[in-house]
T-cell receptor, first 115, second 116 residues
Framework: GENVEQHPSTLSVQEGDSAVIKCTYSDSASNYFPWYKQELGKGPQLIIDIRSNVGEKKDQRIAVTLNKTAKHFSLHITETQPEDSAVYFCAARWLGGGSNYKLTFGKGTLLTVNP | DAGITQSPRYKITETGRQVTLMCHQTWSHSYMFWYRQDLGHGLRLIYYSAAADITDKGEVPDGYVVSRSKTENFPLTLESATRSQTSVYFC???????????????FGPGTRLTVL
């Protein structure tokens, strides 16, 4: 099955700086890589995703890059704001048998943006 | 539009008791999932369901039972709770679009369960 490693586990930045979170995956059959943001006391929420036929995707201050050869993908947040403080999870979709809708999640990164 | 709800939001129980966590979604999504979230482990899949009456084990199914008699409900039962099942439990749902490779999962607000 799929295995997703996420780094770092905690990240602290100053407001206005950039933040980068990196994930690696093990199964070359994975073709969908979403990122979820979890605010305190809430469930995770999708913020951006990328498919394996695209190398980069951007949405305002957030972007995701994918390197299929190296099997890693990254989340980039520019001009960070205090409201970006949250736990971020990466995930990969494992194409295995009839359960190809399952997501495998990384262990999460706690991002703190200091004002 | 209520979306996906979980109840109770907080539960304290004792070792050996049976506990059922409820999950309800109003979108008629085909797929539903149960995860547990623990520090250092992220989100781990317990059970999932592709449709009513179709369920399957995830990564950590031991000690849990699920059922899905109706599309909108996906209860999770701990038949004999143990301290190691103290966790935050999240239910999620998604729809599989024909020909699409992506399927956003929508998460509920979570249930914090403490087993004493």
């Amino acid at each position: 099955g799929e295995n997703v490693e996420q780094h770092p586990s905690t990240l602290s930045v100053q407001e206005g700086d950039s933040a980068v979170i990196k994930c690696t995956y093990s199964d070359s059959a994975s073709n969908y890589f979403p990122w979820y943001k979890q605010e305190l006391g809430k469930g995770p929420q999708l913020i951006i995703d990328i498919r394996s036929n695209v190398g980069e995707k951007k949405d305002q201050r957030i972007a995701v890059t994918l390197n299929k050869t190296a099997k890693h993908f990254s989340l980039h947040i520019t001009e960070t704001q205090p409201e970006d403080s949250a736990v971020y999870f990466c995930a990969a979709r494992w194409l295995g048998g009839g359960s190809n809708y399952k997501l495998t999640f990384g262990k999460g990164t706690l991002l703190t943006v200091n004002p | 539009d209520a979306g996906i709800t979980q109840s109770p939001r907080y539960k304290i129980t004792e070792t050996g008791r049976q506990v059922t966590l409820m999950c309800h979604q109003t979108w008629s999504h085909s797929y539903m999932f149960w995860y547990r979230q623990d520090l250092g482990h992220g989100l781990r899949l317990i059970y999932y369901s592709a449709a009513a009456d179709i369920t399957d084990k995830g990564e950590v199914p031991d000690g849990y039972v699920v059922s899905r008699s109706k599309t909108e409900n996906f209860p999770l039962t701990l038949e004999s709770a143990t301290r190691s099942q103290t966790s935050v439990y999240f239910c999620a749902s998604s729809e599989q679009l024909a020909g699409a490779s992506d399927n956003e999962q929508f998460f509920g607000p979570g249930t914090r369960l403490t087993v004493l």
